[in-house]
């Protein structure tokens, strides 16, 4: 398995796998009405054009990880970790959040995850995030932002 900078013929694939991914998070709040789950390709795109995307592949090529982020001032914005569900619970998320990091090197990490992602959050804080703020997005759902120095 290697990860590299996605490229734009690779989107189509990456937001398949994005559907698949957050099924968990859905299922978590009993909900498909969910930001990843109505993405578009255009929007995708979009983040493509204005940040780096990463992605996981097999020695098959399939994509079966990624993660996304962009540059604001000092701080990279990091999203969408996500990991094939049959792939889950082999470190391969620390290893992508790690190469997101590396392509911004000395900067501040920020990123949020809902507090009913225990998972998530776990993660974050072994690789070194730590809860810097909370917002209540509507009934249920409050997301937590991590940061990262």
Known sequence: MKICRATENDLPEI??????????????????????LKQTLDELTDEFNNGVILKLVTEEDIIIGSVRAN???????IGKLMVHPDYRRKGLGSKLL????????????ELFTSTKSVDNI?????????IFDQKEVSDGLVFIYMQKQ
Request: hydrophobic content about 30%.
């Open 15 to 36: 937001l398949d796998l994005q559907y698949l991914a957050y099924q968990s998070e859905a299922s978590l709040f009993e909900s498909n009405d969910i930001p990843p």
């Open 71 to 77: 540059l604001k001032d000092k701080t990279a914005y």
């Open 98 to 109: 790690t190469e997101i990091e590396n392509c911004f090197p000395q900067k501040r990490y």
């Open 122 to 130: 776990r993660l974050y804080q072994k690789m070194g995030y730590v």
